[in-house]
């Protein structure tokens, strides 16, 4: 902040991603097959992830009927794989809001070029590409306001993590050795050098 003027502007940005993480969410579709996509409003709150998403899209739709998801976290170097898949939706046909923009693609894990692993305690499977994967239920869901979003919360079951994301001995996921995929105003980004940690870390440096 020291680098910037003191002086502020009034704007209207079109959106307010301001670096927000993306994630893959994984849900089962109606004739059991498996849908796979990428939202970039997702926030932790204790075992919760609290999940904004278009009221209209396949993935509210699945979660209505099938509470069951996965949570993949990818890695700022899969920020492709991601953008192979931000054009396509699993509803067909394509909801007018995204017609023109967005096709109808069935197989989503084959369009982002990742691969489905089978999860433990949910139906729809992990990306086994992506460095974490919270298997989790949806056991809220909201109309947020002015009715063009759903705010779901997500309960958390199990959490799988690349071992060498883990601190040795510990339940810990090593934030030195984990990058997320940051959503910055529609542009991908990691994460810049460690700063500093909280008083309330348990893995200081």
């Not at 995204?98 to 433990?120: I, M, N, Q, T, W």
Request: aromatic share 6%; proline share 10%.
């Amino acid at each position: 902040m020291d680098t910037l003027t003191n002086q502020h502007v009034v704007i209207s940005p079109s959106i307010l991603y301001f670096g927000t993480p993306v994630v893959l969410l994984s849900t089962e579709n109606a004739d059991g097959g498996h849908n796979l996509a990428p939202i970039s409003s997702a926030w932790a709150l204790g075992q919760v992830v609290v999940l904004g998403l278009a009221a209209d899209s396949h993935t509210v739709t699945n979660l209505r009927q099938r509470p069951d998801l996965v949570i993949n976290l990818p890695g700022p170097g899969q920020w492709r794989a991601v953008e192979r898949l931000a054009p396509s939706t699993g509803a067909n046909p394509v909801p007018d809001r995204k017609r023109g923009a967005f096709r109808y693609e069935p197989d989503k894990f084959g369009a982002a070029g990742l691969r489905p692993v089978d999860s433990d305690l949910v139906r729809p499977p992990r990306a086994a590409e992506c460095p974490i994967a919270l298997e989790a239920r949806a056991a809220d869901m909201a109309d947020g306001h002015g009715g063009g979003f759903v705010v779901v919360q997500a309960q958390v079951l199990r959490v799988h993590c690349d071992p060498r994301l883990v601190v040795p001995g510990t339940q810990h996921v090593d934030p030195a050795a984990w990058s997320p995929l940051i959503y910055n105003f529609r542009h991908y980004f990691g994460l810049g050098p460690e700063l500093g940690h909280t008083f309330r870390s348990e893995t200081p440096r």
